[in-house]
């Protein structure tokens, strides 16, 4: 008699959360990546994540996407990145790479005086209409380089 083998695929691995608790993902161009990425930012973050993306989206719809350093960056096609976001163990920070010139200010500073930062913890409420304006904003100033 032959063996029976199982001809289960495999289970693809879930991905590596970093220190800190970010999700390792692939770099990558497009929305595939930023959707992978999204779905192992890990607990309540991921539906925040779904949430974030699907604001840029709404605001720039033309807003081009990558995963780069574990990170989603949002930019505009040949004018480099206006927005990243990152996941820490109580936090995920969105960063806005030209933060200094919006208005008002995103409210946590950075080592460099152009990038402003906004955290949100857990059950924080979210301003969406002040996000959209600052991702608008933001969108219209010369992206970072990266």
């Given at each position: 008699?032959?063996?029976?083998?199982?001809?289960?695929?495999?289970?693809?691995?879930?991905?590596k959360?970093?220190?800190?608790?970010?999700?390792?993902i692939?770099?990558?161009?497009?929305?595939?990546?930023?959707?992978?990425?999204?779905?192992?930012?890990?607990?309540?973050?991921?539906?925040?994540?779904?949430?974030l993306d699907?604001?840029?989206?709404?605001?720039?719809p033309?807003?081009?996407?990558?995963?780069?350093?574990?990170?989603?960056?949002y930019?505009?096609?040949?004018?480099?990145?206006?927005l990243?976001?990152?996941?820490?163990?109580k936090?995920?920070?969105?960063?806005?790479f030209?933060?200094g010139?919006l208005?008002?200010?995103?409210?946590?500073?950075?080592?460099?005086?152009?990038?402003?930062?906004f955290h949100?913890?857990?059950?924080d409420p979210?301003?969406?209409?002040?996000?959209?304006?600052?991702?608008?904003?933001?969108?219209?100033?010369?992206?970072?380089?990266?």
């Amino acid at each position: 008699m032959a063996n029976k083998t199982s001809s289960k695929p495999a289970k693809p691995a879930e991905p590596k959360l970093l220190s800190g608790g970010n999700p390792q993902i692939a770099k990558g161009e497009g929305d595939g990546p930023v959707q992978a990425y999204i779905a192992a930012m890990p607990g309540w973050k991921s539906d925040v994540g779904r949430r974030l993306d699907a604001l840029i989206m709404q605001t720039v719809p033309d807003a081009h996407k990558a995963v780069k350093w574990n990170s989603p960056l949002y930019g505009m096609k040949g004018d480099g990145w206006f927005l990243g976001i990152h996941c820490f163990n109580k936090y995920i920070k969105l960063a806005f790479f030209r933060g200094g010139a919006l208005q008002p200010m995103p409210p946590e500073e950075s080592r460099t005086a152009e990038t402003r930062y906004f955290h949100i913890h857990e059950n924080d409420p979210i301003d969406e209409a002040q996000l959209a304006d600052w991702i608008r904003q933001a969108s219209l100033l010369p992206g970072e380089k990266m």
